[in-house]
Each structure stands twice: as C-alpha cells, then as structure tokens.
C-alpha cells in the first residue's frame, strides 16, 4: 500500500492507494482493501470516517458492478464521501481486479463534522461534501453520443454543484479529469479553456477505458 501525507487547503490529508487480493470473489476483494485501509489510516490517528474521496479503479465493467456496490456499502453513515470509479485494465501492476485510491482528511478541528449533500433523488454518488472550508464534489460524467455534447454538460452540472455549496470555478484548487483513451488530451483542455473563463489552477488528467459510453469524468476540490 502506498501512502502520502501533504499539508494542503489548511489541512493535512493522507492519501492511499492500493490493490486488492484477487483470492476471494469481488466483493470479497473490495471489502478487504477498504478494511486494510481504514487499518492503516487508524495508525495515524484516522479512520474510514475520515474519508473524503475515494477514486475506484476495476478491470472491466462485471467487476465495477460488484465494487462500487461494496464501496457504497462500506463507505456509508460517517464515512460517506465523494467518489469517482473507472475502468482500466493496464492500471494493474497484479492480479487484482479492484484498486482503490482513498484521501483521508484531518480536521482542525475534532469536533467538526462533514456536511454531505445527497444528489435528489439520492443516488450511490454523493453530490458533495464540505468539511472546515473544504468542498469535495464527487466525479460528474454523463452518457451522450460524443465528446462534445458531454463536457459542457458536466461543466454546467458542477458549476451548479459550485454554487449551491457557495463556491465557484474560481475557488477551485483541483479539477481532475478522466478522460477516455481515444479521445484528444489536448481537445479537452481547449474546450475546458473557453467553458471556463477562470483560470483553475492545479489540473491532473488520466486516462481511462470505456464505462457504458462516459467518454470524460471531472472531479473536483474547492474552498468555500
């Protein structure tokens, strides 16, 4: 397992990322890696109820089925939080079928408790989160015929999701993008650019393979 620790926002967030053991069934596998997770987060003082972003990763789409259904499962009541899922079967390094990657937040505060926003009706996604400042909005993608006709429809669902948490594009300290291996890398920041006229600092992009026709996924971090 692999962990990081970075000061960021005002806060310090630990960020984990693993592989599963392909021993069992799927679910099997899921569970497992979240329960060694929230081991590894208690040695620092933290648990799963901490969590304030997970990032799914699944060999194919039987697999994705099964684990995003566990993670919704495991990651409920306190340690609800925003997600993304993917598939990419060259991410593994093993036999794994599922990885995981979690980002734990410390709070300044002990007391302080997130404010989790449910998509209406509520869905397995969360909408957002916001913890001491700190808005987490869960990955937004949207099945259409073509590039074009998605992005400015996941712009839009996430500048709304921006507002209602009462931030804006401006605010935004990380946009993360997911986008499908046979689309253009450099399409899509021209057409970020010009759907967004604020400069967000701190964009990440990663490939991705096909899930029931998502051509690009956005994740993002904001300060309220």
């Not at 984990?16 to 890696?33: F, H, Q, Y």
């Not at 009541?77 to 979690?102: E, I, M, Q, Y």
């Not at 099945?143 to 006709?149: E, G, N």
Request: glycine share 6%.
């Amino acid at each position: 397992m692999h962990e990081s620790i970075a000061p960021w926002l005002g806060h310090e967030f630990v960020a984990l990322s693993a592989e599963g053991d392909p021993a069992g069934s799927v679910a099997e596998e899921t569970a497992g890696l979240l329960a060694r997770m929230d081991d590894r987060l208690r040695l620092s003082g933290l648990s799963l109820a901490d969590t304030v972003r997970t990032r799914l990763w699944a060999r194919d789409m039987d697999v994705w089925a099964d684990a995003v259904a566990v993670r919704a499962r495991v990651l409920s009541g306190a340690a609800r939080s925003v997600s993304s899922s993917h598939v990419r079967p060259s991410s593994f390094a093993s036999g794994a079928r599922v990885a995981l990657d979690l980002v734990a937040m410390r709070p300044n505060d002990a007391s302080s408790r997130k404010t989790c926003v449910e998509y209406e009706p509520a869905t397995i996604v969360l909408r957002h989160l916001v913890r001491e400042g700190v808005l987490f909005i869960s990955g937004n993608t949207v099945v259409l015929p073509t590039f074009d006709q998605q992005l400015p429809v996941i712009v839009s669902r996430i500048g709304e999701t921006l507002a209602l948490a009462g931030s804006s594009w401006s605010r935004v300290a990380r946009a993360s993008f997911f986008l499908h291996e046979r689309q253009d890398m450099a399409h899509l920041r021209a057409a970020f650019r010009r759907l967004v006229p604020v400069e967000v600092t701190g964009c990440e992009y990663a490939w991705v393979s096909t899930r029931q026709g998502k051509l690009i996924e956005i994740e993002v971090t904001a300060e309220v």
